[in-house]
């Protein structure tokens, strides 16, 4: 079999934890009978040789496979990664949605995508990134008592684009957090429900024009952006040349940017002149999350 799970954008703006969206950047998996276990990578991690060894595709696509046959089967699992690690992309949750996901497809067991989604909630307690990775598109979730996730998805056209930055250093989520204060004022707290709510309307509704306004926020990415200042050009240079939203993706580095398809090109040059050692990448949008073949 063979699987494709996308990049994802978490947050976007205000969205914290709840936000998130699917991007045409995608992991390819193959997973083949064998006499004996073997993993080949190419792409990210190709010279990371404990990704070998301890690798977590296979940890958690084994933790279900043997409870779904009752034995260990071996296979030659082969990964082109495309999806950055450690750049706010979504790559850990590619990897859970994708590993679970294969399980029980070579275990002939039937599982609806929204139980994928509940069972990846055990290993990525935040759904902004799986959510999307399993349905593709703009998605709005939340967790009920921790245990299964509900989603609103909506399809995003493909006249919009995204246009992401990915600096040349990565960010850690775990210090990221870190950083965040416990408490907020109710003033904050009310900018951020109000800006979401809105933000996932436009969506909905496909009325770009609020999204500028709608996508800011006061919780976490002027935290976090402090750690790579460049970032504060970058959103500032994106929202003057044609970015509808212009957002932290995920706890970063990257930042995500979302563009009439017109624009994006000159949005693109423009990005790239102005940083240099920076990757400027223009990528569709993903409606369909993870994608199985035989």
Not at 45 to 52: Q, S, V
Not at 151 to 170: G, R
Not at 273 to 283: D, G, L
Request: glycine share 4%; hydrophobic share 40%; charged share 20%.
């Amino acid at each position: 079999m063979i699987i494709d799970v996308p990049a994802t954008s978490a947050n976007l703006g205000p969205g914290f934890d709840s936000l998130g969206l699917a991007i045409d950047l995608n992991n390819h998996i193959s997973i083949k009978p064998s006499d004996y276990l073997t993993i080949n990578i190419k792409g990210e991690g190709a010279n990371k040789p404990k990704l070998k060894t301890n690798n977590q595709f296979v940890s958690i696509f084994y933790n279900f496979y043997i409870k779904l046959i009752g034995r260990r089967d071996n296979f030659r699992f082969e990964f082109n990664n495309n999806i950055p690690f450690s750049r706010g992309l979504g790559s850990s949750s590619a990897v859970i949605v994708s590993a679970i996901a294969s399980a029980y497809h070579l275990a002939e067991v039937s599982l609806s995508r929204d139980s994928i989604l509940n069972k990846a909630l055990f290993y990525e307690p935040h759904p902004d990134n799986i959510a999307p990775a399993v349905f593709g598109g703009f998605t709005a979730s939340l967790t009920v008592k921790n245990e299964r996730v509900v989603t609103q998805k909506k399809e995003i056209p493909s006249y919009l684009k995204a246009v992401v930055v990915i600096p040349d250093k990565p960010m850690s989520t775990q210090k990221s957090r870190a950083k965040m204060p416990r408490n907020i004022s109710m003033q904050k707290a009310v900018f951020n429900l109000s800006h979401s709510a809105v933000l996932t309307a436009a969506f909905f509704n496909e009325d770009w024009k609020v999204l500028q306004a709608a996508s800011q926020d006061k919780l976490h990415q002027h935290i976090r952006m402090t750690a790579m200042r460049e970032l504060f050009e970058v959103q500032k240079t994106a929202l003057l040349h044609g970015a509808l939203m212009s957002t932290l993706s995920g706890s970063g580095s990257t930042f995500f940017n979302l563009v009439y398809a017109d624009d994006a090109h000159n949005l693109k040059e423009k990005l790239m002149q102005n940083f240099p050692k920076f990757r400027v990448e223009i990528y569709d949008f993903n409606n369909t999350g993870y994608l199985i073949t035989d």
